[in-house]
Nanobody
């Protein structure tokens, strides 16, 4: 079982940037598709971004497309979410997740981190 730990959250102003990191331990990220999700107060958790197991394809929620970029470093066993031009509506707890089956971009997200808080003030 992989353990995921997010970091990099904080309080920023609208228009600022943040880079979230998600470090894995227990097993490698290599060969597993990964994703980022977020949950704002009083709302359900929502999809933010995903990256295929080989890093060749990515997908984004419409609300973050063009502003956020997901990437991975398999050597460091870390996934990143670069967030630019942040808006107050991006305020949420951000979670990284890993799909449960290697070399499968459609498997369930079976492992989740504990989340990191991002707060964007106007």
């Amino acid at each position: 079982q992989v353990q995921l730990v997010e970091s990099g959250g904080g309080l920023v102003q609208a228009g600022d940037s943040l880079r979230l990191s998600c470090a894995a331990s227990g097993r490698t990220f290599g060969g597993y598709a990964v994703g980022w999700f977020r949950q704002a107060p009083g709302k359900e958790r929502e999809f933010v971004a995903a990256l295929s197991w080989n890093g060749g394809a990515s997908a984004y929620a419409e609300s973050v497309k063009g502003r956020f970029t997901i990437s991975r470093d398999n050597v460091k066993n870390t996934v990143f979410l670069q967030m630019n031009s942040l808006k107050p509506e991006d305020t949420a707890v951000y979670y990284c997740a890993v799909r449960s089956i290697r070399f499968n971009n459609n498997a369930d997200f079976g492992s989740w981190g504990q989340g990191t808080q991002v707060t964007v003030s106007s």
